[in-house]
């Protein structure tokens, strides 16, 4: 069983800065993704950051220049760095491991967190 464990979100002004984590713990043979993505209310889930097992980054147009997504190998943890955060990056955030396990692939999702951006 594979689980992730997200820090917790915030309210945060316009402008500002917020970090997130999110740890990997359990059985895996493998990590071949890792990914953050946010839900606002009345939208669809969209990817935000991806960050594959060869370290290439995807970003949303949206969030290109300000945001930036990293890992931590050693602790299986996956960071999402957000700066000049806008109002309209006003979602819960969920993050994404793609893992291998003995019996194939398998996507496992963090709870997901709120992050407010208001002044």
């Known amino acids: 069983q594979v689980q992730l464990v997200e820090s917790g979100g915030d309210l945060v002004q316009p402008g500002g800065s917020l970090r997130r984590s999110c740890a990997a713990s359990g059985s895996f043979l493998s990590i071949t993704a890792r990914g953050w993505y946010r839900q606002a209310p009345g939208k669809q889930r969209e990817l935000v950051a991806r960050?594959?097992?060869?370290?290439?980054?995807t970003y949303a147009d949206s969030v290109k220049g300000r945001f930036t997504i990293s890992r931590d190998n050693a602790k299986n943890t996956v960071y999402l760095q957000m700066d000049s955060l806008k109002p309209g990056d006003t979602a819960d955030y969920y993050c994404?491991?793609?893992?291998?396990?003995?019996?194939?692939?398998?996507?496992?999702w963090g709870r997901g967190t709120l992050v407010t951006v208001s002044s």
């Open positions: 960050i594959s097992s060869g370290g290439s980054t």
């Open positions: 994404k491991y793609s893992v291998v396990v003995p019996s194939g692939a398998l996507d496992v």
